[in-house]
């Protein structure tokens, strides 16, 4: 398989960031945000417009290079996409990709997209954690994408909001707060049938675009670029709605487990029929006041959500440590140098509940650190040396690690 020559420039990826950078507080004014608070940008810009910022990340470095992200890009547990548009036809393919499967570097207007990067490099990682100015149960992931000289994916719109930071190169993007969205038949990917550019600007490192749900757009690259996209999710109300009422029916199922004697549906009152095959209205009528039953209050509704948006990635898959550390082993290693949460974790909490990676537990007893620990992902060695009195919490977070859920943060 041919190696891909290294030229990716040098001071890319080259400071490998593992302690976790705390999100900005939000009444800070930011450079990320055009020097704008968290909070001033959240009521004027997030949902309702878009904002250009330039040089919201000075001398930023792309987090991986050209070369790791094409190394990514081949590894079954990644999501990568190919997007050509060669001769004026649009094709996507659907990765991994071997290095020598990717069009060459001279071939123009190619483009890979590599998504949930933050997943497997802990350097993406933290540059998702700067935009935790934004719940976590909004954030969805970082896609980086390569393109060659003339490369994207053409115009279109997404669904969600989104941060265009551009970290490698330069890219030409054109935007628009068109209404008309429809899309041109027969492209195997979703581009639109007639972009109307409204604004233009030319991207170069540190610089980026914010996008609100539904703005049309098209990032052109000029020369060879990285782009990198923070993404959130915004699952759809009838997406909400199914899985709460997989959440009610497991609930349902456990609740009848539990009970000696489940209530049955009963029809002691049905008369013979004539008519074997036809539905009873009655039945209708009698399961209709059955379903009338089915109650949810905001509890159920908070677990299902703590449930489900901290539920890891279908592709997600722990890596616990090969050889553990013993309890004992484990605390001394804490005390020196912290602990932090893998980054593939996902922990929520509420006021009596905590979600870690799909599974609710109570938050009684654990509130003085947990809280602490889900909002900046870590905890110092000095916090953890005045918890580790308590064996329950050492016992819980020795499990955790077991589990590689948590991580004991090497020196850095
Ligand atoms: C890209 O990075 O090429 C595409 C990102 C987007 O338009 O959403
Ligand atoms: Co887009």
């Not at 997007?83 to 990709?97: A, S, V």
Request: proline share 8%.
């Amino acid at each position: 398989m041919p190696k891909r020559p290294l030229d990716h420039p040098a001071h890319a990826a080259s400071t490998r960031i593992s302690s976790p950078v705390l999100p900005p507080s939000p009444d800070v004014p930011t450079p990320l945000l055009g020097n704008l608070t968290p909070s001033q940008f959240m009521r004027r810009y997030w949902q309702k417009k878009p904002l250009l910022i330039r040089q919201a990340i000075p001398n930023v470095a792309a987090p991986l290079s050209r070369d790791e992200l094409f190394e990514l890009a081949d590894q079954d547990e990644v999501e990568a996409r190919l997007i050509t548009h060669f001769r004026n036809k649009w094709q996507l393919e659907h990765g991994p990709f071997a290095a020598d499967e990717l069009p060459s570097l001279k071939q123009r207007a190619w483009t890979l997209l590599v998504q949930g990067v933050d997943l497997h490099d802990d350097r993406a990682r933290a540059l998702l954690d700067r935009f935790r100015f934004v719940p976590d149960a909004r954030l969805d992931d970082l896609m980086i994408s390569y393109a060659s000289d003339g490369g994207g994916v053409g115009p279109h719109f997404d669904s969600y909001d989104v941060f265009l930071l551009q970290v490698h190169g330069k890219r030409r993007w054109r935007i628009s707060a068109q209404r008309d969205l429809s899309l041109r038949p027969g492209v195997p990917l979703k581009v639109l049938q007639n972009f109307e550019p409204e604004e233009e600007w030319v991207l170069e490192p540190g610089d980026m675009l914010y996008l609100p749900p539904h703005i049309a757009h098209d990032g052109v690259a000029e020369g060879e670029c990285m782009t990198c996209s923070i993404g959130f999710r915004a699952p759809s109300s009838s997406e909400l709605t199914a899985q709460f009422l997989y959440h009610l029916a497991e609930r349902g199922e456990s609740d009848d487990r539990e009970e000696r004697a489940p209530k049955l549906y009963r029809d002691p009152q049905q008369p013979a029929v004539a008519h074997p095959a036809e539905l009873p209205a009655a039945l209708v009528e009698r399961v209709g006041a059955i379903l009338a039953q089915v109650r949810w209050n905001e509890k159920d509704i908070a677990s299902f959500l703590g449930a489900y948006l901290s539920e890891p990635k279908p592709s997600v898959v722990f890596d616990p440590p090969e050889q553990p550390l013993n309890e004992a082993r484990f605390i001394q290693r804490a005390s020196n140098f912290g602990l932090r949460l893998d980054r593939k974790s996902v922990l929520l909490y509420n006021s009596r509940f905590f979600f870690l990676n799909g599974e609710e537990n109570r938050l009684a007893g654990l509130k003085k650190w947990l809280i602490e620990f889900a909002d900046s992902r870590c905890l110092s060695a000095k916090r953890f040396v005045t918890l580790s009195d308590d064996s329950s919490v050492t016992a819980l977070l020795h499990e955790w690690y077991r589990a590689g859920w948590i991580q004991v943060d090497e020196p850095v």
